[in-house]
């Protein structure tokens, strides 16, 4: 008995012996096998990242890579003629904003024509992709408007915002004083009923 427990014993750490060698080189399997993979996936996104970077595209006018819209805003030549007058536009868009603040119907009608316009830039971008050599050096006018978004759209819409802002305020300052009203009523009524 005595001697088939040292045999078991031996037998046990035997296989435990082998059981350690396979599991040392099925882990030095595993980890060359990681290692070649980590490799190979540094290696691709290397690759991935060059031709990502090669096909940023780079401005004409100041050769600058095109990675954020600050970039692409700086890549603009905002001294072309018609460039000036988009601003221009803008300026007297919000001049007529605050202007109309006092006459509510006019605003209506100022907030409608530039939603209306905002409505009508991917036409106008379809247009002005076309025709582009007639009033441009450069084609600005990108299939996905971008161009469009950012220097005729957003502060269109900059506009309307101010404007509904506006209306928001009014609404609470009229609900506010109509509030403050009845309470007043309220207030001299009961006093009424205190002096009959």
Same mark, same amino acid.
């Given at each position: 008995m005595?001697t088939?427990?040292i *045999? ?5 750490t035997?296989d435990t012996t082998k059981?350690h %060698? *396979?599991?040392?080189?099925?882990g $030095?399997?595993?980890l060359? /096998?990681?290692? %070649? ?7 691709k996104m290397t ?9 940023? +595209?780079?401005?004409a006018f100041s ?6 819209i600050?970039t ?7 001294s072309? +003629?018609?460039l000036?007058?988009l601003?221009? /536009?803008h300026v007297v =868009?919000?001049c007529?904003?605050v202007?109309? =603040?006092r006459?509510y119907?006019a605003q ?6 530039m939603?209306g316009l905002v409505?009508?830039? $991917?036409?106008?971008? $379809?247009?002005?992709a076309?025709?582009?050599k007639?009033?441009?050096d450069f084609?600005?006018?990108?299939? %996905?408007?971008? /161009?469009?978004s950012?220097?005729?759209?957003? +502060?269109l819409?900059?506009n *309307?915002v101010?404007?509904v802002?506006v209306?928001?305020y ?7 004083e109509l509030?403050?009203?009845q309470?007043?009523?309220?207030a001299r009524?009961?006093?009424?009923e205190?002096?009959d």
């Open positions: 005595w088939v427990r *045999t078991k014993r031996a037998y046990i035997q059981a %060698k *396979t599991k040392s080189a099925t $030095e399997f595993i060359h /096998f990681c290692q %070649k993979a980590s490799s190979f996936s540094l290696v690759q991935q990242k060059a031709n990502n970077v090669s096909s940023i +595209p780079i401005d050769n600058l890579r095109i990675t954020s600050w692409f805003l700086m890549s603009v030549q905002w072309e +003629p018609w000036i007058g601003l221009v /536009f =868009c919000l007529l904003t202007v109309t =603040c006459y119907r209506i009608c100022h907030f409608l024509l939603v409505y009508s830039a $991917e036409y106008l971008n $379809e247009l002005a076309m025709n582009w007639s009033f441009s084609q600005y006018f990108d299939s %996905k408007g971008m /161009f469009i950012l220097v005729y759209s957003i +502060p819409l900059l *309307t101010i404007i802002m209306w928001v009014r609404t609470f300052s009229t609900m506010t509030k403050t009203l309470l007043k009523r309220k009524r009961e006093k009424r205190k002096n």
